[in-house]
């Protein structure tokens, strides 16, 4: 995997505590008026998480946090592991605790879920598309405000990978950076005068004029913008031959496809940057089933 692709860890417990008690807070609001009007106080159940449709699941840790910041002596035990391909009707996990917390838990759970394996599911869809080759399927920042960090997790449980975390995290010079400062060449030069000598500049080219000031003005990586598939393969060959250690991407009207994937691969790039692959994956259907009512604490003692 290229260099600059993001290895940032799984999950960060302070921030994904903080994230989920808010996402509790805004669905459960001043109290589950529901459960608490049909639940009796101290009743036990037991549950099972369940799929509708085949995927690869992500985001297992973040459920078990949701139903375990409203019951910390639940039981979760997990049926698959973490980036697992699943068949629809398989059980993902089992369940065991208060039935009030369940139920009151059970809609943002199920929400960061759906969400994180959606993504993986479509992500695993995008990289197999272009197994066999050099390129790398990678996501954008076109994520969800505030759930980044796991959106990105999520690519990479499906086997994609992360470009830029964030605007700290690397240098790409785009089209508006280019038009402020007056050109390709300056703004390269900008860039390599602040940048640390270990870090890499890449710029987004729209033709090949910039191709060309690109490779001359020494930038390290190249992305090829909303090319056509012949220009970008010329382009592609042109770089390779006047500067065979620059890193190439191609970005800008490629969706999800896997034939689009694979002829656009089949060019020779390295990374192959989709925003679709947070901004447009499909839910994954999952759904928490009862199985069982346990007799409450009073109950047992009557």
């Not at 996501?139 to 700290?168: F, Q, W």
């Not at 690109?214 to 090829?224: D, F, K, N, S, T």
Request: charged content about 25%.
């Amino acid at each position: 995997m290229p260099e600059e692709l993001s290895a940032a860890p799984a999950f960060d417990p302070v921030f994904d505590h903080e994230l989920v008690r808010r996402a509790l807070a805004e669905d459960i609001g001043r109290g589950d008026m529901t459960t608490e009007a049909t639940i009796p106080q101290g009743t036990c159940a037991t549950a099972r998480i369940v799929t509708r449709e085949a995927g690869v699941v992500a985001g297992l840790p973040i459920v078990e946090l949701a139903f375990r910041l409203l019951d910390p002596n639940l039981r979760f035990d997990s049926a698959v592991r973490e980036g697992a391909h699943v068949e629809a009707g398989a059980t993902l996990a089992s369940l065991s605790g208060d039935a009030r917390a369940l139920l009151s838990a059970e809609r943002t759970a199920l929400n960061f879920l759906g969400r994180l394996s959606g993504i993986a599911t479509l992500a695993a869809r995008c990289a197999a598309a272009v197994a066999g080759t050099r390129a790398t399927v990678v996501d954008t920042r076109k994520t969800t405000p505030g759930l980044r960090a796991l959106e990105k997790y999520a690519v990479r449980i499906g086997g994609a990978g992360n470009h830029r975390s964030g605007l700290d995290d690397g240098i790409l010079i785009k089209d508006n950076h280019i038009a402020a400062v007056g050109g390709v060449r300056q703004a390269i030069a900008s860039a390599r005068a602040h940048a640390p000598h270990l870090l890499r500049v890449e710029v987004e080219c729209d033709d090949e004029t910039q191709v060309c000031d690109a490779v001359e003005a020494g930038a390290e990586a190249i992305l090829l913008d909303n090319m056509p598939l012949d220009r970008l393969r010329q382009n592609v060959e042109w770089i390779r031959t006047h500067a065979p250690r620059t890193l190439i991407e191609a970005s800008g009207g490629i969706g999800s496809d896997p034939e689009q994937l694979a002829a656009v691969a089949a060019t020779g790039v390295d990374l192959i940057s989709l925003g679709a692959l947070t901004h447009s994956a499909p839910n994954f259907d999952v759904s928490l089933e009862f199985k069982t009512r346990r007799a409450s604490t009073a109950e047992g003692r009557a």
